[in-house]
Each structure stands twice: as C-alpha cells, then as structure tokens.
C-alpha cells in the first residue's frame, strides 16, 4: 500500500520534481500540498488520520515549517513529520525535533538519506487512512 503524503513547499520546480521522484522511487502517494503555513496547518489538521507522512520546508511563502510542526505534535504515533530543507542548521534541527519532527534532512546533501527514509517508512506496517 502506498504511503499517503502531504508537501509544504513553496517552489513549484522542487514539488514537482519532489513528487515524480517520490512516486518514482518510493510507494507514496502525494494527496496534496500547501506554500504556506496556515494552509497546511489547516489541511494537516482537517484530514487528521488521513495521511501517513508529512514533508515540510522551513521557510515558506507565509509563515514557516515550524508553524506547520507545532501544528501537528497531536498527531497519531504512525504519522511521521520529516523537514526538508536548504536550511538545516544545528539550531533548525534542534528546534525542528524539539517540535516534534520525526527527522530532519538537507536538500542540498542528504537527499539520498531523505529517499531512504522514505522507502523505508512504504515497509513499515501501517494502520488503513481514517477516512
């Protein structure tokens, strides 16, 4: 079963590169995707138990991706939070776990990583999507 994704970021050429890459690469299916803090927290939070994984960017078109953590430290124990971002600082790291991010990755040199986390979270077995 494919892992149901939802993205925060706001370059339209790293979505959609992120998407077919991860579709490509990994069992996800991306339900969706927001540029700013308030749609995403928003949508995170309107289809709680509906998603698996959640990919967030630090700086956003409106507000940031800690916004969007502190958003979802309520989540279900199976939904993970990653941070995906040119940005990923030792204080950006701390703050993004101490938030509650399941990891934190760079985009400019821990991509492989990234990837990786996300093929291994397809194989964990995972509770059906509320609907």
Not at 14 to 34: P, R
Not at 69 to 91: M, P, W, Y
Not at 102 to 109: E, M, P, R
Request: glycine share 6%.
């Amino acid at each position: 079963m494919a892992l149901i994704t939802y993205l925060v970021e706001d370059n339209q050429t790293i979505l959609d590169n992120l998407i077919d890459t991860l579709e490509e690469i990994a069992s996800v299916t991306v339900v969706g995707h927001a540029a700013t803090e308030v749609e995403a927290t928003r949508w995170l939070s309107l289809h709680d138990g509906q998603w698996q994984l959640a990919i967030v960017d630090m700086f956003l078109r409106e507000g940031s991706g800690l916004g969007v953590l502190a958003g979802c430290r309520q989540r279900e124990s199976h939904q993970k939070v990653v941070v995906l971002t040119n940005f990923a600082t030792i204080d950006i790291r701390r703050r993004s776990l101490a938030l509650g991010a399941d990891a934190v990755f760079d985009k400019s040199n821990e991509l492989d990583e990234f990837f990786a986390y996300c093929i291994a979270e397809t194989a964990r077995d995972l509770p059906l999507p509320v609907d």
